[in-house]
């Protein structure tokens, strides 16, 4: 293994590679420093609270320990640490805001009779400032497909890897949640 001074050059593969097979701690705490504003940014995105931030930042990295030897390499390991937060931050949501959710959502049913958002220019002209409102009255599964390809520019084949679905699923679902968003969007603000 490299010393510790040239540690810091490694891949992140290779980083990986010698956290599991040595727990080494030192190089953790490198994969920490690479990622960790990354991990918090995307953490605050969904608790609004830097503090909780914070703490979910900290959450993702201990079950990233100890859950590190799981990643298998099929994707970059960013792509694959942005799905491990987001699904840490949609539990997370998911858990301990349920009551706020099910208060703020619209009905599903109602939606369902709306007619689908054929031209996406409807999408992209949403003001900025209730759009963030918007995201706040969709699921956290619809929020975070939406994030993903939108806010984290990830390709249809790099979601498909960190959600572990098919390319027409990924389609599928960036679709339902952008039609949700704007109707959501078109009943609250409009």
């Not at 001074?5 to 701690?25: A, H, M």
């Not at 002209?125 to 939108?150: C, F, G, H, R, W």
């Not at 390319?167 to 078109?186: G, H, Q, T």
Request: hydrophobic share 40%; aromatic share 12%.
């Amino acid at each position: 293994m490299k010393t510790f001074k040239n540690s810091k050059e490694l891949s992140d593969d290779d980083l990986i590679k010698g956290i599991v097979k040595n727990n080494d701690t030192l190089l953790f705490e490198i994969l920490y420093d690479r990622y960790s504003k990354l991990v918090f940014n995307k953490c605050y995105g969904f608790a609004k609270d830097e503090h909780e931030a914070k703490d979910l930042t900290q959450d993702v990295f201990l079950k990233l320990f100890v859950k590190l030897a799981s990643f298998k390499g099929n994707s970059k390991f960013s792509t694959w640490l942005y799905a491990f937060t987001y699904n840490h931050c949609v539990n997370y949501v998911t858990r301990n805001t349920a009551k706020k959710f099910e208060k703020q959502t619209a009905d599903y049913a109602e939606l369902e009779n709306l007619s689908d958002v054929e031209d996406e220019s409807s999408f992209l002209e949403m003001k900025v400032e209730n759009l963030q409102k918007a995201l706040e009255l969709i699921s956290p599964d619809e929020k975070m497909i939406l994030l993903l390809k939108y806010q984290d520019f990830l390709s249809i084949k790099e979601i498909e890897s960190v959600l572990d679905i098919g390319e027409s699923a990924v389609k599928m679902r960036i679709k339902r949640a952008k039609d949700k968003l704007v109707a959501v969007y078109n009943e609250k603000f409009n």
